[in-house]
């Protein structure tokens, strides 16, 4: 466990950590078993299984709840850096993050209703996503263009009286095959002629409006993440009261920015939590086989190994924590740089720990007998989730540029 001692986290912060690493081990880890059994099982794979619901409701009771949200009457009232050893352990079993109700897309539009939505939209959406009774989708990458530059987005959103009216294809929509799916907020074009930042706006759109088709169940190298699953979607002239949109007409790149920044260095935080499993995983492996005659974990290869992966984890809690930090001094838009390169570095060093406790494990590795391929799976999808590497790695060159020319 993360020594927080290290950390300038407060007591609040660490006695919340010590309550979630127990709810973890004691409650969800077990559980964790009992969902996977349960979606593989049933007839219906985008079902709920009830042990989901019946762990939300323990972890509510024992005030483990919105911990993501920095704000007092709703969430825990916890920093950034109080909240990262947090997020890193709800990396460690996957049904985690939504047991204490910070999985994401739901924290991210969470976050946005929170800092920028109307007294009419928080009572309607945000309430019910801060009770867990509900779930919802965020509608921003296309099929037809490069997602990665958000001036490329074709969806239409266009006033029509007190109406707006969508149009467009979008997909990666997560959530979207969850039965408790109630809405999503939609990035769109409301002004094709505006300045090109000025041009996109966000709207909320309940998931049974009529116009709404989701085409097909997308899989990530085969795994439908069942039940929320992620979708691609028709908006076939979808009609919404124009108070639904949020903040105002060309305000969704403003939006994005208020959004992306905790939820970026949140998904890495689960990934250090989820490395970590896996390099658990690979010492209980090595330890236990034997080949030629002597234990694997008495190899030179394989404790060079084990060493490397435990000082580039170690480096990754680094970075996300002085990340976090920096964020808590000046805010999201200030410590870009830093979100920035946790982004690039988590994932992939990340993907090349479990790749390596893939190995130790032979081809049982590579099965459904042990939790690597999804964790694999994982990573290599948050080289893509809020922006791909290239993205970012642009955007660390053009901040650390522009800082070597302010000091010269």
């Not at 323990?58 to 969430?75: C, I, K, S, T």
Request: net charge negative.
């Amino acid at each position: 466990m993360t020594d927080l001692d290290l950390f300038p986290v407060s007591d609040r912060g660490r006695l919340l950590h010590q309550q979630v690493a127990a709810f973890i081990d004691e409650r969800v880890r077990p559980a964790g078993e009992i969902h996977t059994t349960a979606v593989d099982r049933s007839e219906d794979r985008w079902q709920v299984p009830a042990v989901i619901e019946e762990l939300k409701a323990q972890a509510r009771e024992q005030g483990l709840w919105n911990l993501f949200l920095a704000d007092g009457p709703h969430g825990a009232g916890l920093s950034n850096l109080d909240y990262a050893p947090i997020a890193e352990l709800t990396g460690h079993v996957p049904i985690a993050a939504e047991v204490f109700n910070c999985s994401a897309p739901d924290s991210g539009n969470m976050e946005v209703l929170h800092l920028f939505g109307s007294d009419e939209q928080k009572g309607r959406w945000l309430l019910p996503l801060l009770d867990g009774t509900i779930r919802s989708g965020f509608m921003m990458t296309e099929p037809e263009v490069a997602s990665s530059d958000a001036t490329n987005i074709g969806t239409e959103i266009r006033r029509e009286g007190d109406e707006y009216v969508i149009t467009g294809r979008k997909w990666w929509i997560t959530n979207a095959g969850d039965p408790r799916c109630r809405f999503f907020i939609v990035l769109g074009v409301t002004d094709a002629n505006a300045q090109p930042h000025r041009q996109q706006s966000m709207v909320i759109v309940p998931a049974d409006t009529p116009g709404i088709r989701i085409e097909r169940m997308l899989t990530t190298f085969g795994y439908d993440d069942a039940p929320s699953g992620h979708a691609e979607i028709t908006l076939d002239a979808v009609r919404v009261p124009a108070a639904n949109i949020i903040l105002g007409e060309g305000r969704g790149f403003e939006i994005a920015q208020g959004r992306l920044g905790p939820g970026r260095i949140h998904h890495c935080l689960r990934l250090i939590g989820a490395a970590e499993e896996a390099l658990a995983l690979m010492c209980q492996r090595l330890t236990t086989r034997v080949a030629f005659g002597r234990q694997l974990a008495s190899e030179s290869v394989w404790q060079e190994r084990i060493a490397n992966a435990r000082i580039e984890i170690d480096k990754l809690r680094l970075l996300a924590f002085n990340a976090a930090a920096a964020m808590d001094r000046q805010g999201s838009k200030a410590a870009r740089k830093q979100i920035a390169m946790v982004k690039v570095a988590t994932p992939r060093i990340v993907q090349a720990v479990v790749d390596v406790a893939i190995q130790a494990h032979g081809a049982a590795g590579l099965s459904q007998d042990t939790a690597l391929p999804h964790l694999f799976m994982a990573a290599r999808a948050v080289r893509f989730a809020d922006g791909p590497d290239e993205v970012h790695t642009r955007a660390i060159a053009k901040y650390e540029l522009a800082e070597q020319r302010t000091s010269s």
